[in-house]
């Protein structure tokens, strides 16, 4: 993804981390809502418009999309699965797999 992003100039790490975070939204709010569904009482979600969350090929851009989500202190919660990489060693191990 990084060498994808590269390609033009003045792309830096906060536009492939917008760009990543864009491309794994849907998944992560689609694994939130069916955890609520399951797990969380229906009184403690609510029905929010995520921005950016699915792209649109025939528009060419990111929309919108509608999610019931577990709602807290004003604003919706998104869970992240245990087994997504999040530690820096763990992204360059996966970034030198994928790319070799």
């Not at 990084?2 to 917008?18: A, H, N, Q």
């Not at 399951?38 to 029905?47: A, F, V």
């Amino acid at each position: 993804m990084e060498k994808l992003c590269l390609i033009e100039s003045g792309v830096g790490r906060d536009m492939i981390s917008d760009f990543s975070t864009n491309l794994i939204k849907h998944y992560l709010l689609g694994y939130t809502e069916a955890f609520a569904r399951e797990y969380i009482d229906s009184s403690l979600t609510l029905r929010v418009s995520v921005g950016r969350s699915v792209f649109d090929h025939s528009l060419e851009g990111w929309i919108p999309q509608q999610y019931q989500l577990p709602y807290y202190e004003g604003d919706y919660v998104v869970l992240t699965p245990k087994n997504i990489p999040s530690k820096r060693s763990w992204i360059a191990f996966w970034d030198s797999f994928w790319y070799k």
